[in-house]
Nanobody
Framework: QAQLVESGGGSVQAGGSLKLSCSASGLVFTNCAMHWHRQAPGKEREWVSSITRAGSTTYADSVKGRFTISRESAKHTLYLQMNGLRPDDPAVYYC??????????WGQGAQVTVSS
């Protein structure tokens, strides 16, 4: 059974950095496009970034230039390096896998808090 587990969340001061990880199991990682989403309290879940099976990346305008998505196929892991965190970045961050003929699959989320 496919499972995604996020880790690396926490609390940082504004301007700080965090690196989220999403460990995948029960699926063929190389067959999956991977994505990060986030949901702040009282707001709808929003898309943050995507990386294709070939490694092409896209970003929401709100995070472009500050966040970097990457994947490591040998470890079946997706990453999100977040730099320059701002007071509008706090949310629960979720990873999602869209796999050939299967999915989508979602992780349980990782909380990110930014203090000013």
């Amino acid at each position: 059974q496919a499972q995604l587990v996020e880790s690396g969340g926490g609390s940082v001061q504004a301007g700080g950095s965090l690196k989220l990880s999403c460990s995948a199991s029960g699926l063929v990682f190389t067959n999956c496009a991977m994505h990060w989403h986030r949901q702040a309290p009282g707001k709808e879940r929003e898309w943050v970034s995507s990386i294709t099976r070939a490694g092409s990346t896209t970003y929401a305008d709100s995070v472009k230039g500050r966040f970097t998505i990457s994947r490591e196929s040998a470890k079946h892991t997706l990453y999100l390096q977040m730099n320059g965190l701002r007071p509008d970045d706090p949310a629960v961050y979720y990873c999602r896998a869209d796999c050939i003929y299967k999915g989508p699959y979602w992780g349980q989320g990782a909380q990110v808090t930014v203090s000013s």
